[in-house]
């Protein structure tokens, strides 16, 4: 049940984009299509952003988008508002431990 | 809505046990397979437990696995946590999480707000 890998900060200027990328194993993100991204503001609970690679949520921007890679998943921010700064989080099924295994967070700053 | 309250939440010295709760409202609660993720202080977010919704089934992190156990009483819409032989590392914001109908392919898609748990001498 190893943590997935997340660059621990990033950063943009309001209007640009930005992409946060998810690490993981053949065991895990390689395999399944089942990563999901949340996002948390400080003292506040984790949001679902996105899920099953790609989906939003219902009420959740289109300036995000997910995607997925060999083991490597993505979450791309796109016209990047200062509502944005926040924790984000990607997580995965991991089949071969029947359990599901979180990314250590990465902290998103705008300029 | 989807309501996630939990509590039970304390102080408590290494080596003891807790139980915390969670009162679910807002969705049909034996429809769903439920959660408990945590938190530790300043730290990310780390899987802890996941029960079927008919509670038959149940899996655990490496970490709390023999330690802990949940369950839940479909007739009140709560989940639980029994927590024995706690350690200060297992000091953390626990979150009690929705999760699907299908237990691995649906996401955790609402989150309570925490109930702090802190084990200390």
């Known amino acids: 049940q190893s943590a997935l890998t997340q660059p621990a900060s990033v950063s943009g200027s309001p209007g640009q984009s930005l992409t946060i990328s998810c690490t993981g194993t053949?065991?895990?993100?390689?395999?399944?299509?089942?990563v999901s991204w949340f996002q948390q503001h400080p003292g506040k609970a984790p949001k679902l952003i996105i899920f099953?690679?790609?989906k939003r949520p219902s009420g959740v921007s289109s300036r995000f988008t997910g995607s997925r890679s060999g083991n490597t998943a993505s979450l791309t921010i796109s016209g990047l508002q200062a509502e944005d700064e926040a924790d984000y989080y990607c997580s995965s099924y991991a089949g071969s431990s029947a359990s599901f295994v979180f990314g250590a967070g990465t902290k998103v700053a705008v300029l | 809505e989807v309501h996630l309250v939990e509590s039970g939440g304390v102080e408590v010295q290494p080596g003891g046990s807790l139980r915390l709760s969670c009162a679910a409202s807002?969705?049909?609660?034996?429809?769903?397979?439920m959660h408990w993720v945590r938190q530790a202080p300043g730290s990310g977010l780390e899987w802890v437990s996941l029960i079927t919704w008919d509670g038959d089934n149940t899996y655990y992190a490496d970490s709390v696995k023999g330690r802990f156990t949940i369950s839940r009483t479909n007739s009140k819409n709560s989940l639980y946590l029994q927590m024995n032989s706690l350690s200060p590392e297992d000091t953390a914001l626990y979150f009690c999480v929705k999760g699907g109908v299908d237990v691995w392919t649906e996401p955790l898609d609402h989150w309570g707000q925490g109930t702090l748990v802190t084990v200390s001498s």
């Open positions: 053949s065991s895990d993100v390689g395999s399944y299509n089942l």
């Open positions: 099953e690679g790609y």
């Open positions: 807002g969705f049909t609660f034996d429809d769903y397979a």
